[in-house]
């Protein structure tokens, strides 16, 4: 079974950079959206930015302008450089595929990210 695998969390101090990439362990065929997730502790996971194979791009108002998100289709992989960070930020963040816009059909096990004040 095809899995998704995160990489890139860690700690970082408030107003740092963190990049986080996301790579399915094997071919996944028409993936037409590719997104983060995050789950901060004690709350819902939220939707954070996801990308269409035609490049449409959607962010949660509260990381617009600091985060963007990009993708290889050839690689089937997705990145999230994430700046500016802020302790409201630590959270597991998720990388999910979609078949269609509004699908959420893969999910990567997650991976943390800690922002200290």
């Known amino acids: 079974q095809v899995q998704l695998v995160e990489s890139g969390g860690g700690l970082v101090q408030a107003g740092g950079s963190l990049r986080l990439s996301c790579a399915a362990s094997?071919?996944?065929?028409?993936?037409?959206?590719m997104g983060w997730y995050a789950q901060a502790p004690g709350k819902q996971r939220e939707f954070v930015a996801k990308?269409?194979?035609?490049?449409?791009?959607n962010y949660a108002r509260s990381v617009k302008g600091r985060f963007t998100i990009s993708r290889d289709n050839a690689k089937n992989t997705v990145t999230l450089q994430m700046n500016s960070l802020k302790p409201e930020d630590t959270a597991v963040y998720y990388c999910?595929?979609?078949?269609?816009?509004?699908?959420?059909?893969?999910w990567g096990k997650g991976t943390l990210v800690t922002v200290s004040s």
């Open positions: 999910v595929f979609g078949h269609t816009y509004y699908s959420l059909d893969y």
């Open positions: 094997g071919v996944i065929p028409n993936i037409n959206t």
């Open positions: 990308i269409t194979s035609d490049g449409i791009i």
